[in-house]
């Protein structure tokens, strides 16, 4: 346990060997973690908590932190060494309950150019418990800390206390263990204010964020046409030629290989399991996925989010949350799922709930992105412009609505800002590595799902049923024709799988885009559904949903006017 | 001479001042309180975001940003 940003979870994996996300801001875990460790020849599980400033929880990341505390035999504290004074709040109220505790001075490598000097041994003395230097990135001090656990305890003479005297005793403890020499603000401190400043902050914070679509996008496309796209098409297609020869004509060929279109493999519109079920995922929305995670996790890792969150905090304070809200929407680009848990850093239900639906309807995640791309790619980039900025501007109107209608409090940002680091390439490509198999390891079965369903039902003839009865409906309110409806159920298990419904539709160019800004919009998939029910609850995620679908109505109809004319 | 006391609002960035008073309830003392934010602490405005946005202040060498509304609650008197 310990403050949030402490390197709480990096300890952890050292601990472990299991791997967790590790970020440059506070609130990265809002989640426990359980892994295990061999003590003195004994199994024994360690749980990594969400950071938190005191036993008194304000999030509910913070609530998960106290309830892991109260499970906990030992606690280990990991404590910030840059600072000192605050961590040692959250100390000495560990220190006053009844279980053993012991401390691990982390970051100490950060102390020593940080002109920061802590007695080791003193702090030991006063707080009657180990405490042991530690530089978890790089592992010095994790085997004492290890072979010191079982000299944890509970120290005496620390009793529940008020407020008041805890900082008392805080102020005394620090002038016997700390000496901090003076240090001067220097040329990269500027350049890390006027990152923060709005004059210099805010053109900043624009271009940071357009090198870093632009980065997606080139590490992606090169990624597909020097590796995936000659992998699919020089060496798995005649592969899958042969075996589609192999099987003749049929179910079975249907469901592997699915319909030939023009007599020839299309991996986006075949919907076999081994065609458009293998290349969609693989061959089109892996490549971006590497590509945004890497992007982003040096994002993280530099601390340059918090910065942008006080940059956009007024804003996201008219939308109803607070800057804090940048995290969600981030993390919800490459996947809705761990964007819906980041919301868990918010404080109150209306912040939450807000936060959570505007992720699920303006935010596409890497998925839908390639969807998107896949859909409109070969219309032209003027399109592709045209859905993110709908989407865009959607995000801010319904975040003003419901600011305006959802009741509850939303209070101010309050936020540390962690000193810049510079992101080590091992970390971040393990990171991305980390991600890039939990993408792997949990879309793919949804996709073979989703085109397995999707087979079933069109050799049962509902497919082709659902589309003429919807299709009054669909051509009068989207001008679409009523088969773009079976993308939309499509959507619902894989919004990347929906591609390759509409493209033999052979729509118009902004028929496309009300589609695809549809499909976008109506639903997020099962996955991201599921955790919205756990973290909503069932009565709110209702709510969201009927607020999705009335906005996926209202913004179909509204663009049928605007794009259509008609 | 005694220096003037504004609230931390009113401060223009880049100047150091001394907090006087945090005005508020409990919880909010608290809360300021766990980020260094104490009577008698010297700190230094970093940025005051426009449109009523937050104010980013330095203390202990460390920055933390807070919303307006809690920052017009902290009384200081500016140092330099
Ligand atoms: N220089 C240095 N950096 C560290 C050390 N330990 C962790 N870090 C970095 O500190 C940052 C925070 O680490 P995390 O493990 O995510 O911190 P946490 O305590 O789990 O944070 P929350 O989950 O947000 O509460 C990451 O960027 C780490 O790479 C250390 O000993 N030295
Ligand atoms: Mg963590």
Redesign the pocket.
């Given at each position: 346990m310990?403050n949030?940003?402490?390197?709480?979870?990096?300890v952890f994996s050292r601990l472990t060997g299991a791997n967790v996300i590790?970020?440059?801001?506070?609130?990265?875990?809002v989640d426990f973690s359980k892994g295990k460790m061999r003590l003195d020849g004994e199994k024994v599980e360690i749980i990594d908590a969400?950071?938190t400033y005191s036993l008194e929880p304000t999030n509910k990341a913070e609530e998960v932190a106290l309830k892991m505390f109260e499970e906990a035999d030992v606690v280990i504290n990991?404590v910030d060494a840059t600072n000192l004074e605050r961590n040692l709040y959250l100390t000495l109220q560990l220190l006053e309950r009844d279980k053993p505790v012991i401390i691990a001075l982390?970051?100490?490598?950060?102390t020593k150019h940080l002109g920061i000097y802590i007695d080791e041994k003193k702090l030991e003395e006063l707080l009657d418990v180990p405490a042991v230097p530690?530089?978890?990135?790089t592992g010095e001090g994790i085997k004492k800390l290890v072979s010191r656990i079982k000299e944890a305890k509970s120290p005496e003479h620390i009793k529940p206390t008020s407020d008041e005297a805890r900082w008392i005793e805080i102020g005394s403890i620090i002038k016997k263990v700390e000496r901090i020499e003076h240090r001067h603000h220097t040329l990269v401190d500027r350049i890390a204010d006027a990152t923060i400043k709005p004059l210099t902050g805010i053109p900043f914070a624009i271009v940071i964020i357009f090198a870093s679509f632009w980065i997606v996008r080139l590490i992606g496309e090169s990624l597909i046409n020097f590796i995936f796209d000659p992998f699919f098409n020089l060496w798995y297609k005649p592969v899958m030629v042969e075996l589609s020869n192999l099987l003749g004509s049929g179910f079975l060929h249907d469901i592997i290989i699915g319909q030939l279109i023009n007599g020839d493999i299309d991996f986006m519109q075949s919907m076999g399991l081994l065609t458009t079920g293998l290349y969609v995922p693989i061959g089109m929305v892996l490549p971006y996925i590497i590509a945004f995670y890497f992007t982003l996790s040096i994002l993280e890792?530099s601390g340059y989010l918090p910065r942008l969150a006080t940059v956009v905090d007024n804003v996201f304070h008219k939308l109803g949350m607070h800057g804090h809200g940048i995290v969600p929407v981030f993390l919800g680009l490459g996947c809705n799922v761990p964007g819906a848990l980041a919301t868990r850093t918010l404080e109150t239900r209306k912040q939450r709930f807000i936060s959570a639906t505007l992720l699920a309807i303006a935010v596409p995640c890497m998925a839908q992105t390639a969807m998107i791309f896949g859909a409109l790619g070969t219309y032209g980039m003027q399109y592709i412009v045209m859905v993110f900025l709908t989407l865009g501007v959607l995000y801010v109107v319904m975040g003003l609505i419901l600011n305006k209608t959802v009741k509850g409090e939303s209070p101010e940002i309050f936020l540390e800002i962690p000193p810049y680091?510079r992101p080590s390439l091992r970390?971040v490509t393990k990171k991305t590595w980390m991600r890039v198999r939990w993408f792997l390891s949990d879309a793919i079965p949804f996709l073979f799902f989703g085109v397995f369903i999707v087979n079933v039902l069109y050799v049962a003839g509902v497919l082709q049923w659902l589309g003429r009865v919807l299709s009054p409906v669909t051509q009068a309110l989207f001008g679409l024709p009523g088969s773009a409806s079976v993308a939309l159920i499509m959507g619902f298990l894989r919004k990347d799988l929906a591609v390759g419904v509409l493209l033999p539709l052979d729509l118009t160019p902004l028929q496309m885009v009300i589609a695809v800004t549809m499909l976008t919009v109506y639903f997020p998939c099962v996955a991201t559904f599921a955790v919205l029910i756990k973290e909503l609850g069932i009565k709110d995620m209702l709510k969201a949903t009927v607020i999705m679908i009335a906005t996926a109505v209202v913004v179909g109809a509204v663009l049928k006017v605007i794009l259509l004319g008609v | 001479m005694t220096a003037k006391t504004l609230p931390l609002t009113s401060v223009i960035p880049g100047m150091t001042a001394r907090i006087v008073d945090i005005r508020g309830g409990y919880g909010f003392q608290k809360k300021l309180h766990m980020m260094g934010l104490v009577n008698g602490k010297k700190l230094r405005v970093v940025s005051v975001q426009p449109l009523r946005g937050p104010v980013t202040v330095e203390v202990n060498g460390r920055q933390v940003t807070l919303g307006r509304g809690m920052a017009g609650k902290v009384l200081v008197e500016v140092i330099r």
């Amino acid at each position: 346990m310990g403050n949030p940003n402490v390197g709480k979870s990096v300890v952890f994996s050292r601990l472990t060997g299991a791997n967790v996300i590790a970020s440059n801001y506070p609130g990265t875990t809002v989640d426990f973690s359980k892994g295990k460790m061999r003590l003195d020849g004994e199994k024994v599980e360690i749980i990594d908590a969400p950071g938190t400033y005191s036993l008194e929880p304000t999030n509910k990341a913070e609530e998960v932190a106290l309830k892991m505390f109260e499970e906990a035999d030992v606690v280990i504290n990991v404590v910030d060494a840059t600072n000192l004074e605050r961590n040692l709040y959250l100390t000495l109220q560990l220190l006053e309950r009844d279980k053993p505790v012991i401390i691990a001075l982390n970051l100490w490598d950060e102390t020593k150019h940080l002109g920061i000097y802590i007695d080791e041994k003193k702090l030991e003395e006063l707080l009657d418990v180990p405490a042991v230097p530690t530089v978890a990135i790089t592992g010095e001090g994790i085997k004492k800390l290890v072979s010191r656990i079982k000299e944890a305890k509970s120290p005496e003479h620390i009793k529940p206390t008020s407020d008041e005297a805890r900082w008392i005793e805080i102020g005394s403890i620090i002038k016997k263990v700390e000496r901090i020499e003076h240090r001067h603000h220097t040329l990269v401190d500027r350049i890390a204010d006027a990152t923060i400043k709005p004059l210099t902050g805010i053109p900043f914070a624009i271009v940071i964020i357009f090198a870093s679509f632009w980065i997606v996008r080139l590490i992606g496309e090169s990624l597909i046409n020097f590796i995936f796209d000659p992998f699919f098409n020089l060496w798995y297609k005649p592969v899958m030629v042969e075996l589609s020869n192999l099987l003749g004509s049929g179910f079975l060929h249907d469901i592997i290989i699915g319909q030939l279109i023009n007599g020839d493999i299309d991996f986006m519109q075949s919907m076999g399991l081994l065609t458009t079920g293998l290349y969609v995922p693989i061959g089109m929305v892996l490549p971006y996925i590497i590509a945004f995670y890497f992007t982003l996790s040096i994002l993280e890792d530099s601390g340059y989010l918090p910065r942008l969150a006080t940059v956009v905090d007024n804003v996201f304070h008219k939308l109803g949350m607070h800057g804090h809200g940048i995290v969600p929407v981030f993390l919800g680009l490459g996947c809705n799922v761990p964007g819906a848990l980041a919301t868990r850093t918010l404080e109150t239900r209306k912040q939450r709930f807000i936060s959570a639906t505007l992720l699920a309807i303006a935010v596409p995640c890497m998925a839908q992105t390639a969807m998107i791309f896949g859909a409109l790619g070969t219309y032209g980039m003027q399109y592709i412009v045209m859905v993110f900025l709908t989407l865009g501007v959607l995000y801010v109107v319904m975040g003003l609505i419901l600011n305006k209608t959802v009741k509850g409090e939303s209070p101010e940002i309050f936020l540390e800002i962690p000193p810049y680091h510079r992101p080590s390439l091992r970390a971040v490509t393990k990171k991305t590595w980390m991600r890039v198999r939990w993408f792997l390891s949990d879309a793919i079965p949804f996709l073979f799902f989703g085109v397995f369903i999707v087979n079933v039902l069109y050799v049962a003839g509902v497919l082709q049923w659902l589309g003429r009865v919807l299709s009054p409906v669909t051509q009068a309110l989207f001008g679409l024709p009523g088969s773009a409806s079976v993308a939309l159920i499509m959507g619902f298990l894989r919004k990347d799988l929906a591609v390759g419904v509409l493209l033999p539709l052979d729509l118009t160019p902004l028929q496309m885009v009300i589609a695809v800004t549809m499909l976008t919009v109506y639903f997020p998939c099962v996955a991201t559904f599921a955790v919205l029910i756990k973290e909503l609850g069932i009565k709110d995620m209702l709510k969201a949903t009927v607020i999705m679908i009335a906005t996926a109505v209202v913004v179909g109809a509204v663009l049928k006017v605007i794009l259509l004319g008609v | 001479m005694t220096a003037k006391t504004l609230p931390l609002t009113s401060v223009i960035p880049g100047m150091t001042a001394r907090i006087v008073d945090i005005r508020g309830g409990y919880g909010f003392q608290k809360k300021l309180h766990m980020m260094g934010l104490v009577n008698g602490k010297k700190l230094r405005v970093v940025s005051v975001q426009p449109l009523r946005g937050p104010v980013t202040v330095e203390v202990n060498g460390r920055q933390v940003t807070l919303g307006r509304g809690m920052a017009g609650k902290v009384l200081v008197e500016v140092i330099r």
